[in-house]
C-alpha cells in the first residue's frame, strides 16, 4: 500500500497569496484528517471527515480555510489568501472506522508564507 | 472532554539508559490507546496500541500497558539507542465522535539519545 500521500512536500509563497494543499488518503479508508503542526502550538486538528462528509471543522482556525474531500480518494486544504502566521507543516491522516483504528499520516506539506 | 498529558519533555539519555514516558488520560467509556512516533522531517508513525484494560501494546522493544484502575500508558523501552531520538505521542480514540477513528493526542515527548 502507498500509504497518504501528499503534496506539495513543500510550499513557499507570499502573503496574499492562495494555496492549496492535497492529499490521497489510503484507499478503503473511510475517515480523513487535517492537522497543523507547529512549535508554538504543538498538533491541532483542523477538520476531519467521514465518508466524505465534514464532520467536525471547529479548528479551523478562520473563514481563510476551507477544505473539501469531493470523493473518497482526493481532499483538499485551501489556504485564501495566505498569512506568515499560516507558515507551518500541515497532516493528513486516514483511518477506518472502528473504535481501535490506528490513523496513517501522510509525510507532510511545510509551508512557508513570506 | 477526553483528553491525553504527557510528560514534559525533553527527555535528554544516553545510549542503553532505560526509558519511561509518562501518559495519563481522562475518557468517558473504554478508549483505545496508542503510541505514535515523529521522526524528524516525517509524519506521525503508529508505534503501539492496546485496545483494553490490561493489553500490553510491544513494537521495536518498546512497551506500554493499558491501566483502568491509573489510567495510565506509559511507554518503556528497556535500553534506548541514538536512533530512537524522536517525539513521541500518547492518543486515545475519542469516544465522543462515534466510530470516525478521531484520535486525541498529548502535546508529545522530545526523546534525545547521546551515544
Known amino acids: 500500500d502507498a500509504g497518504v500521500i501528499q503534496s506539495p512536500r513543500h510550499e513557499v509563497t507570499e502573503m496574499g497569496q492562495e494555496v492549496t494543499l492535497r492529499c490521497k488518503p489510503i484507499s478503503g479508508h473511510n475517515s480523513l484528517f487535517w492537522y497543523r503542526q507547529t512549535m508554538m502550538r504543538g498538533l491541532e486538528l483542523l477538520i476531519y471527515f467521514n465518508n466524505n462528509v465534514p464532520i467536525d471543522d471547529s479548528g479551523m482556525p478562520e473563514d481563510r480555510f476551507s477544505a473539501k474531500m469531493p470523493n473518497a480518494s482526493f481532499s483538499t486544504l485551501k489556504i485564501q489568501p495566505s498569512e506568515p502566521r499560516d507558515s507551518a507543516v500541515y497532516f493528513c491522516?486516514?483511518?477506518?472506522?472502528?473504535?481501535?483504528?490506528?490513523?496513517?499520516f501522510g509525510n507532510g506539506t511545510r509551508l512557508t508564507v513570506t | 472532554g477526553d483528553s491525553v498529558t504527557q510528560m514534559e519533555g525533553p527527555v535528554t539519555l544516553s545510549e542503553e539508559a532505560f526509558l519511561t514516558i509518562n501518559c495519563t488520560y481522562t475518557a468517558t467509556g473504554y478508549p483505545s490507546l496508542f503510541w505514535y512516533v515523529q521522526y524528524p522531517g516525517e509524519g506521525l508513525q503508529l508505534l503501539l496500541k492496546a485496545t483494553k484494560a490490561d493489553d500490553k501494546g510491544s513494537n521495536k522493544g518498546f512497551e506500554a500497558t493499558y491501566r483502568k484502575e491509573t489510567t495510565s500508558f506509559h511507554l518503556e523501552k528497556g535500553s534506548v539507542q541514538v536512533s530512537d531520538s524522536a517525539v513521541y505521542f500518547c492518543?486515545?480514540?475519542?469516544?465522543?465522535?462515534?466510530?470516525?477513528?478521531?484520535?486525541?493526542f498529548g502535546q508529545g515527548t522530545t526523546l534525545q539519545v547521546k551515544p
Open positions: 491522516a486516514s483511518s477506518s472506522t472502528g473504535g481501535g483504528s490506528p490513523l496513517h
Open positions: 492518543a486515545l480514540s475519542d469516544s465522543g465522535s462515534g466510530n470516525t477513528g478521531k484520535l486525541i
